[in-house]
């Protein structure tokens, strides 16, 4: 693609038609679309006005417990319709708001998958059993003692999210594979959470609500089961990532109230600290060392915002391994595996003397004892399975940093690490006599290597001291953040740490099937820097590629016979799954769009190129009277050409056309885009054709360079990149050059001379397309993403005259032909957006976004 011709005038953005007001429309549509979500969302509201519960919580001696469900009200009280009614009452403000949002989302997006109709039959039927299954459980549970049921049987429901979920799941039965997946893991995943480590009945009840939904959405798709699937490396890397970051939230849940009622609970007694007056058992301690110190002491150490970020450690880190674990790094495996060995240890050291207390108040002291010892062996279960899931998975995890990324991580750390114990050993040394109890020189040392490790760990680090001098007591509570903050954030930058290294012999053999044929008018781009490239098994097939921020971005067609491109792209598709990265296919033919439609894949316009044919190439007729004018005048202004090659030029040539190109940059402040524009380094290559215009006098009046497309080893096409030309020149300069350009080809025997593409640009009504493109594309365009394509069009206008090049280039009567960009996902675009954007402007700074912005807003 080529910068537009600065004799061309930008074309002025179409008005706004005037209508209806934005918002208003889109309520209204909305409306239309999930009237029973809508309507949910208003009957909570108005229901929690009625009872109160906008206010306060419900209670015991509330009005509201009429229209609550649990043990006591629907069976004690005989109260049997409120299984139906606490569907439509929430308990408490929180709870208003929850219920009040996912109405308007979750359920709406359920509304549009279900209908109408299905959806209400979805929310009653699997709100209402799902109450009804759960009080009758837990009502039978307590009966013969079980430990939870009796915590909770006194308790009571009011919670419209159990129908919401419930419809959810059901709904999934109709969205896509994608989409289903999706619904379905991150639903029963949060929802399973909650039940393992919060276990009030509200959770237990959700989850029987999602399991109904399962069963009657199979029901409502007359009896069709989805088939399980082998899964993708990125699906199965999902669901290992999301286990994980399950059992690293868990723990948070259980605290919130009731709390300590899920059978995993007890892990969150392990992150919970006794408040202690500090003061005061410094002042005690000091004046005697009684064997009661050690505790209080223990207590005093890990009081602060520091200590309690440390003491969150190996939940944050076990976040941090989920992270990577979804994008497939080994680095993360590693990670899991270790912090989960630490949370094995963690329960045998988590109090001095390896004591852990644990709040039964609420449970029967007749319950068996052997339910309480499995609720103990659950903390160790949990961590166990996690590592024989990480170990069973280990394959999916491959994907490393390259040496030098780990070098740098390993001195960050390292470094970091001496820095800041050094700092503590001096201050702590500096100020001994502060420390309660007296300390020695080794127990500062204990002292130090205990600041980088949880709480729970201190008992096998030595006896706890505690200084009272300020600056010393300051480095005491936060060099171990410090020091794990620098980690996580090194750590981070280690996951996009990728080796996507090119060599000069992948650069041969990506030439050779250039030659060879594929790769379309755009596929000699794929030498340019920047790109790498990915081979097929046999090295017949190929991919220019690079990656941004986890998105592989491919530069026009594959490279390979025609026949080969189906397997060339999922083959590569494959390879990118792999390695994690979001595959972006960017500037294809319409030509392989049935291929990413049969994948399930979505796709959207990017621009146009515009096609002229040297071998019919007359300019007789109106319709090439410009193009003709300009070029009678540089033939009667005595305008020269040369067709010719970089290394070709004498160096006094070279000379002129750096010149030429220093000038025409240096009046621009903008920043210079690259990708599929080209500059000065890309003409430079020796397959790339120069065509030069000169005057009379010898001066060079414009330059313009040709990529060349092959079949079968023989030059078939050129495609127009660099286009620039010099100040006081001819008007109609690049008519000239380009017109006298597709006359030297035509005997050349050239059969397409592509002017590139132009981006954001459309195809006038009932222009001409190749007779092999497919004029409808895809049957159906994301509405959306066309509006936002459209908007960027209007608004870098100014900046960079996109439609002012394409008004250019159509100056040529030539045939168009739509660029794509084909995407696996419509959650993917952001990301693709934004690295697609990274790659046009990779390395503008500061002064040039700034000249950017002033001229898009100016």
């Not at 299905?118 to 799902?130: E, K, M, P, Y």
């Not at 316009?605 to 019919?616: A, D, I, N, R, W």
């Amino acid at each position: 693609m080529s910068t537009a011709p600065t004799d061309t005038a930008p074309s002025p953005a179409a008005d706004p038609s005037p209508g209806r007001p934005p918002a208003w429309a889109m309520l209204r549509a909305y409306v239309q679309i999930a009237p029973a979500s809508v309507s949910l969302a208003v009957i909570v509201l108005a229901t929690s006005i009625a009872t109160g519960t906008l206010w306060s919580a419900a209670s015991v001696g509330g009005g509201s417990l009429v229209w609550a469900a649990g043990v006591s009200t629907t069976i004690r009280a005989g109260f049997w319709w409120t299984p139906f009614t606490a569907l439509f009452v929430p308990e408490d403000p929180i709870q208003v708001v929850i219920s009040f949002l996912l109405a308007l989302t979750l359920l709406a997006a359920a509304e549009r998958l279900l209908g109408t109709v299905r959806l209400i039959v979805a929310f009653l039927v699997t709100g209402v059993l799902g109450i009804t299954i759960g009080v009758l459980g837990q009502w039978a549970a307590a009966g013969i003692g079980e430990i939870l049921a009796r915590a909770t049987e006194f308790d009571f429901t009011l919670d419209p999210t159990i129908g919401i979920v419930g419809a959810l799941v059901a709904a999934s039965a109709f969205a896509t594979t994608l989409w289903r997946r999706r619904i379905r893991l991150l639903t029963f995943a949060t929802v399973v959470m909650f039940v393992l480590y919060n276990g009030d009945q509200n959770n237990v009840y959700r989850l029987i609500a999602a399991l109904l939904g399962l069963a009657l959405g199979v029901i409502l798709r007359r009896g069709r089961v989805h088939r399980m699937r082998r899964s993708s490396h990125a699906e199965t890397r999902n669901l290992v990532a999301a286990i994980v970051a399950i059992t690293a939230v868990g723990p948070l849940a259980a605290l919130l109230p009731p709390g300590g009622l899920g059978p995993l609970s007890f892990i969150a007694a392990l992150f919970q600290h006794r408040q202690v007056d500090a003061v005061t058992v410094l002042a005690a301690c000091r004046a005697a060392d009684t064997s009661n110190c050690r505790d209080e002491l223990a207590a005093v150490s890990v009081q602060g915002v520091g200590p309690l970020l440390l003491s969150l450690l190996p939940l944050v880190l076990l976040i941090v391994t989920a992270i990577g674990l979804r994008r497939g790094r080994h680095f993360a495996w590693v990670l899991g595996i270790i912090v989960n060995a630490g949370m094995i240890v963690l329960p045998f050291t988590a109090l001095p003397g390896g004591r852990i207390t644990i709040n039964v108040d609420s449970l029967d002291a007749l319950a068996p004892a052997i339910e309480v010892l499995l609720w103990l062996i659950a903390t160790l279960l949990v961590p166990l399975a996690s590592i024989a899931l990480l170990v069973a998975t280990r394959r999916q995890f491959q994907i490393r940093a390259p040496r030098d990324a780990v070098v740098r991580f390993t001195i960050l750390v390292v470094v970091a690490f001496a820095l800041l114990a050094v700092l503590y050993l001096i201050a702590a040394l500096g100020t001994l006599s502060s420390f309660v109890p007296e300390a020695s020189i080794g127990d500062v040392f204990a002292s130090m290597l205990r600041r980088f490790v949880p709480s729970g760990f201190e008992s096998v680090l030595g006896s706890v001291i505690v200084p009272t001098a300020p600056f010393t007591l300051l480095l005491y509570q936060w060099v171990g953040p410090v020091f794990w903050i620098i980690f996580v954030v090194g750590t981070m930058r280690l996951y996009r740490a990728t080796s996507t290294g090119r060599t000069v012999g992948d650069e041969l053999h990506f030439r050779e099937l250039l030659h060879a044929g594929g790769g379309g008018t755009l596929g000699f781009m794929g030498t340019w820097p920047g790109n790498v490239y990915w081979f097929s098994e046999d090295g017949e097939a190929a991919v220019a590629y690079r990656v941004i921020n986890g998105v592989a971005i491919t530069l026009s067609d594959p490279v390979c016979r025609p026949e080969r491109a189906e397997q060339t792209i999922i083959d590569f598709i494959g390879f990118c799954d792999a390695n994690s990265w979001t595959p972006a296919f960017y500037s294809i033919h319409g030509a392989f769009l049935p291929v990413f439609e049969s994948l399930g894949w979505q796709s959207v316009s990017v621009g146009e190129e515009t096609l002229m044919h040297p071998q019919t190439f007359d300019m007789q007729g109106k319709p090439w009277q410009k193009v003709r004018q300009a070029h009678n005048r540089g033939v009667k202004e005595r305008i020269s050409t040369l067709w010719t090659t970089w290394n070709e030029l004498p160096p006094i040539q070279q000379t002129q056309i750096v010149a030429l190109s220093e000038q025409w940059v240096s009046e621009k402040e903008l920043p210079e885009m690259g990708f599929t524009l080209g500059g000065m380094a890309e003409l430079k290559d020796p397959e790339v054709r120069l065509y030069l215009a000169y005057d009379p006098q010898g001066d060079l009046q414009a330059v313009t360079s040709w990529l060349p497309s092959w079949r079968d080893g023989r030059i078939v096409g050129y495609t127009i990149d660099f286009m620039r030309r010099a100040d006081k020149t001819i008007p109609g300069i690049m008519e000239f050059v380009i017109a006298s350009a597709a006359q030297r080809m035509r005997g050349e025997g050239v059969e397409v001379l592509s002017l590139s593409g132009a981006p954001l640009a459309t195809k006038p009504a009932g222009a001409a397309a190749p007779e092999d493109a497919d004029e409808d594309g895809p049957d159906e365009e994301p509405a959306v993403m066309d509006r936002l394509l459209a908007f960027l069009a209007r608004t870098l206008e100014p900046a960079y005259g996109f439609r002012s090049l394409f008004a250019f280039k159509s100056k040529f009567n030539p045939t168009y032909e739509t660029l794509w960009l084909a995407y696996p996902d419509a959650v993917s675009l952001p990301a693709i957006g934004n690295a697609i954007g990274r790659a046009y402007l990779p390395d503008a700074n500061a002064r040039e976004y700034v000249a950017l912005a002033r001229t898009l807003l100016g």
